[in-house]
């Protein structure tokens, strides 16, 4: 849902380092829109004598108060150059969720807060089992290339949190990503707010899913190979070591080699 746009480096360098102060001007304002479908678009104004034409400002949406962020809490942010003396607008502003936020306008002596993004959409939000490594990545992908990507906080060395806010309702593929790991996939479809949600991913090879690597993988991989089991759609991803699309005998060889400590990974 976020719009892209080429920013040159000492405009990037003044949003960083002068959010610390703003003002406020009533001249200002931030306008929604409410495009239909659970969409919205926002238009932010700035009047301010001190706007020069010819000159470049940049707008930032960005969770939180504003003042302390991170590159995830960035809604949105565009440059432009003003057109006339004394006031700039930018239109169409779509931020990456509808979670709500606040509006800043920078290229004065300080970024100047013009006003909120009203929190709309659905928070999806729960708890991820993994065993180490990376904090995964988890999205959630819909048509039109609609993507959210979870805010992951480490809760152990096997358990993180994770939350989507500003989700517009639909169906979605939800997906987990991590190096090592066999990537999850699973199609939802978010139509209410949900917590406490729980999930898991496994790591290569771990086809008995209790997080290590031996030979009792092995001997389920074989199984299946022998037709005296069936694995899942997850499993055969997991037990897909050597990423060619099916399970062989090829995969129960490198998962030996990694058991034997001949290889180091997958």
């Not at 639909?170 to 190096?179: H, N």
């Not at 060619?244 to 005998?249: A, C, N």
Request: hydrophobic share 40%; charged share 25%; with cysteine.
């Amino acid at each position: 849902m976020i719009r892209n746009k080429k920013i040159v480096s000492t405009v990037f360098a003044l949003l960083m380092a002068v959010f610390f102060s703003s003002s406020a001007l009533a001249t200002s304002g931030v306008v929604e829109t409410d495009l239909g479908g659970g969409a919205w678009s926002y238009e932010a104004t700035l009047e301010d004598a001190g706007v020069v034409s010819g000159k470049y400002y940049a707008v930032v949406a960005v969770r939180g108060d504003g003042f302390t962020f991170e590159a995830s809490d960035i809604l949105y942010i565009e440059q432009k150059v003003a057109s006339k003396e004394g006031a700039i607008k930018f239109a169409n502003i779509i931020p990456k969720n509808y979670g709500g936020g606040k509006v800043y306008i920078t290229g004065l002596n300080s970024p100047v807060y013009v006003g909120d993004l009203n929190s709309h959409g659905i928070s999806y939000s729960g708890y991820l089992k993994y065993y180490g490594g990376e904090l995964p990545v988890i999205k959630l992908v819909g048509d039109n290339n609609v993507e959210y990507v979870a805010t992951v906080t480490s809760i152990s060395d096997n358990r993180c949190s994770f939350r989507f806010d500003g989700v517009v309702s639909g169906d979605y593929k939800f997906e987990v990503s991590s190096a090592q790991y066999a990537t999850f996939e699973e199609d939802l479809t978010i139509d209410s707010t949900a917590t406490n949600v729980e999930k898991s991913i496994y790591k290569l090879g771990d086809v008995t899913r209790d997080g290590i690597i031996n030979t009792a993988d092995i001997s389920k991989i074989i199984d299946s190979i022998l037709l005296k089991i069936s694995l899942d759609d997850y499993e055969k991803e997991v037990a897909d070591v050597n990423r060619d699309g099916r399970v062989s005998m090829a995969d129960v060889s490198r998962i030996m080699d990694y058991i034997l400590r001949k290889i180091t990974n997958f």
